[in-house]
């Protein structure tokens, strides 16, 4: 790998960390069985692929479960779910086990994209 490289993606996981422990400071549940019935079904959910006619890879259905929790909990709720469930996406049930980088890429990408689509949806201009 490249240093450019290197670079690009210690910072997505050093921004990721810093969004992560940001949000969950901030952590309230209007409805803990409501969260947790949304988590259960997100990590399934992380394990179902899609193939798509014309596309080289398959499209995971998780993407509509963080949309929903963003949408229905907390951002710290909703944080919580997508990086768990793509914790579960990267390591559940592989033959190859991925590396520790990619791992942590994957899941400080989810983190700053779930947390910039919330205050998208929360910003008070929209």
């Not at 670079?7 to 960390?17: D, E, M, N, P």
């Not at 998780?62 to 469930?85: M, Q, T």
């Not at 592989?94 to 929360?122: C, D, E, M, T």
């Amino acid at each position: 790998m490249s240093s450019i490289a290197k670079i690009y993606v210690s910072a997505i996981v050093v921004i990721g960390a810093a969004v992560f422990v940001t949000e969950l400071a901030r952590w309230e549940s209007q409805d803990l069985i409501r969260f947790l019935c949304y988590l259960a079904l997100a990590i399934v959910a992380s394990r179902l692929k899609v193939a798509l006619p014309g596309i080289s890879g398959a499209l995971s259905v998780l993407f509509i479960f963080i949309l929903f929790a963003i949408v229905e909990l907390s951002l710290p709720e909703a944080l919580l779910i997508g990086c768990s469930a793509i914790l579960m996406q990267c390591l559940w049930n592989y033959r190859q086990r991925p590396k520790w980088h990619q791992v942590l890429f994957n899941v400080g990408g989810i983190a700053i994209a779930v947390v910039s689509a919330g205050v998208v949806y929360h910003s008070s201009l929209l």
